[in-house]
């Protein structure tokens, strides 16, 4: 069977690795519909290469330079746009997976809608189960709809967990799942220091090279804590049961331990083709493009506890976790418009945490039941953490 695929976030890093795993098996994979925020070029490129036969931008004054220059090269692609033009990308009928690879919390309302929908999600974009992990779990079992987590640790987890879902893990005998963290670009670097990095040191990533947000999160280790909150409410296992140990070589890309002593872990080359091609596929396995993994030359592995003096973004987010409700949609916001800021030369690296810290302080948890809440909440929390940080209060999508 061809399955129908709908890339949201085309055009970025994940989406670039998921055409290329989907380009190596076009007898397996169609490209029905391709999704961007306002970079409409890329997403010509892509249409012009893939012929989806539908197209979306979230910005619709780029929508419309897209569908001048689609038309003017005779290509029947139809070009959606706005919020509504993403949300219907995901719940089309004739798509069966969509591959939810939007950045921040943009990426929620699109990847909802295709939970609601019942369709197979190949997820990447951790935001949504950082904002409304609750609310997106409970749609992605009212529906029946088949989630498959691409983030190369949650990916890692999925194929070390029991093989039964209908249970808790904890209730199959799981003790504890081990995320691993490479440390990012900054692992090593003197913390007075800190105070002085560039956006470019800090997207400088020692092992993936990835999009420019999730590049920031990683030299904080945000995307560490944003990971153990989309853990907690993907495999239903307890703050307490999840662990972050650092692994400079990014090759053990996370682990589960279980009662018994035994700890199951995933390796691989450190290329998000391979969590790709394993949720693509899943049940079965495809070919991904990655090299083999040579444990020889590799020669040694090293693991280390995180120093959270040095990270203190990972214990904010663990804070975050236990006070539940908003909170994590607090600190995701906050957390968004620092890095923001930051990649604007606007504030300091280690603002970044402090802004996290203060608007977490400003603003009290409440509990969290529908999208609503969690929208809401994200919105007052970017009012807070730019009033904090003396930035305009402004609407600008990203890139
Ligand atoms: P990226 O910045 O490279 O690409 C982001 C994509 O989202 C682009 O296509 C962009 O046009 C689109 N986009 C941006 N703002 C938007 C908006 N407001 N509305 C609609 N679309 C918008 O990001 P990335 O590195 O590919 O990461 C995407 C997601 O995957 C993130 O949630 C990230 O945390 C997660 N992730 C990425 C990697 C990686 O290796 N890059 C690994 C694990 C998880
Ligand atoms: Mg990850």
New binding site residues.
Partial sequence: MQRNVAIL???????ASALDVIAQHPDRYRVSAL???R?WEALLELVERFRPPVAAL?DPAAAHHLEDAIRKRGLSTRVLCDAEG?RDVATLPEIDTVIA????A??LEPTLAAARAGKRILL????TLVLAGEVFMAAVRDSGAVLLPI??EHNAIFQCLPHDRTRAPAACGVRRILLTASGGPFRDTPVAELESVTPEQACAHPK?R?????SVDSATMMNKGLEVIEAHWLFGVAREAIEVVIHPESVVHSLVEYLDGSVLAQLGNPD?RTPIAQALAWPERISSGVAPLELARIGSLNFFAPDLARFPCLDVAYDALSAGGTAPAILNAANEVAVGAFLERKIGFLDIARACQATMRRLPATPISSLADALDADREARAVARELLNLEQSQQ???
């Fill in positions: 976030g085309a055009t970025g890093s994940i989406g999704t961007a925020g970079q979230r993403l690879a939007i950045v921040g943009a990426g990447a974009n951790k935001e983030d190369s993936w990835m999009g420019r947000k999730i998000m999508l990203p890139a």
